[in-house]
Structures are given as structure tokens and as C-alpha cells.
């Protein structure tokens, strides 16, 4: 069974940093591109940063460029968000996904961030 567990959200100040993390299963992680999605109240689902498999090209939505930066670990299975120069703005539950051979998509349950002061 494919899963997808995100971790690492919070509640942070403007200006502060926080890594999510994405934990796969059930599918041969270093096969598929992964990316991270926002979802803030009452908004679309926003496409964040991907990451290639083998993390040879990366991409990011431009509200984020410069501040987050996506990886993975194809040895933990794993692939994280840091997110530095945090901003209300930010404020969201953060959604991974993986886009596995043949076009299969799976989504991870998200991870609320809050950032307040």
C-alpha cells in the first residue's frame, strides 16, 4: 500500500525557518518525482517546489524562490521542505506528492504551518 507521511509543521514566527518531511512506502521511492503543494483556507491547491527523480532538477513557484529549497534522501525514502525566510503569507497545509511510473499519483495527508507572531 502506497503511503505518504508528511511531518515537521508548526507554528513559527515571520522570519523563522522550518524542514517539513515526506516518508514513502509501498512503492519504489527513487523511481518517482516528488513535490510539495500548499493549500491556505479558502485558496486553490498551489504547487510549491518538485524535485526529479534523482534530484538532478529542481523547480519552485516563485512566491518561494530563494527561501525554500526541496531534497530528498532516496536512501530514507524521504523528501523535505526547508522553508527559511518564513512569511504569513506562507501559512498553509503543506501536501506532498509522488508521481510514480506510469502517471500514478499519490498524496500524503499535509501538515499545517502557521506562521504567526
Known amino acids: 500500500q502506497v503511503q505518504l507521511v508528511e511531518s515537521g509543521g508548526g507554528l513559527v514566527q515571520p522570519g523563522g525557518s522550518l524542514r517539513l518531511s515526506c516518508a514513502g512506502s509501498?512503492?519504489?521511492?527513487?523511481?518517482?518525482?516528488m513535490s510539495w503543494y500548499r493549500q491556505a483556507p479558502g485558496k486553490e491547491r498551489e504547487l510549491v517546489a518538485t524535485i526529479t527523480r534523482g534530484g538532478g532538477r529542481t523547480n519552485y513557484a516563485d512566491s518561494v524562490k530563494g527561501r525554500f529549497t526541496i531534497s530528498r534522501d532516496d536512501a530514507k525514502n524521504t523528501v523535505y521542505l526547508q522553508m527559511n525566510s518564513l512569511k504569513p503569507e506562507d501559512t498553509a497545509v503543506y501536501y506532498c506528492?509522488?508521481?510514480?511510473?506510469?502517471?500514478?499519483?499519490?498524496w500524503g495527508q499535509g501538515t499545517q504551518v502557521t506562521v504567526s507572531s
Open positions: 506528492k509522488a508521481v510514480r511510473v506510469l502517471g500514478f499519483e499519490s
Open positions: 509501498g512503492f519504489t521511492f527513487s523511481l518517482a518525482a
